[in-house]
């Protein structure tokens, strides 16, 4: 049985840090191309960053030279560090973990994330 679960969330102050982790298990994890969504209140899931199973990284604008996500193969683990927060970066951050070639998606359960001003 497949298994995507985060660790990490929690409330921050504005300009603080933090460090989200994601293990998947129950699958080659160095097969899987990663992904971190986030959703505010209101608004949709939206991608934060992926990383491929190659280690190929992309954000989305808002949080270029802010975030960023890397995986270690060997802990089956993708991390996503968020430096300099705002209140704008609420919301519940999602896994998300894609292996295309057999069309297997997966999603955990997600984790809250609360930055305060």
């Known amino acids: 049985q497949v298994q995507v679960v985060e660790y990490g969330g929690g409330l921050v102050q504005s300009g603080g840090s933090l460090r989200l982790s994601c293990v998947l298990s129950g699958s080659p994890f160095s097969l899987y191309d990663m992904g971190w969504y986030r959703q505010a209140p209101g608004k949709e899931r939206a991608l934060v960053a992926a990383?491929?199973?190659?280690?190929?990284?992309n954000y989305a604008d808002s949080v270029k030279g802010r975030f960023t996500i890397s995986r270690d193969n060997a802990k089956r683990t993708v991390y996503l560090q968020m430096n300099s927060l705002t209140p704008e970066d609420t919301a519940v951050y999602y896994c998300n973990a894609q292996w295309v070639m057999v069309r297997s998606n997966y999603w955990g359960l997600g984790t809250q994330v609360t930055v305060s001003s």
């Open positions: 990383i491929s199973s190659g280690g190929s990284a």
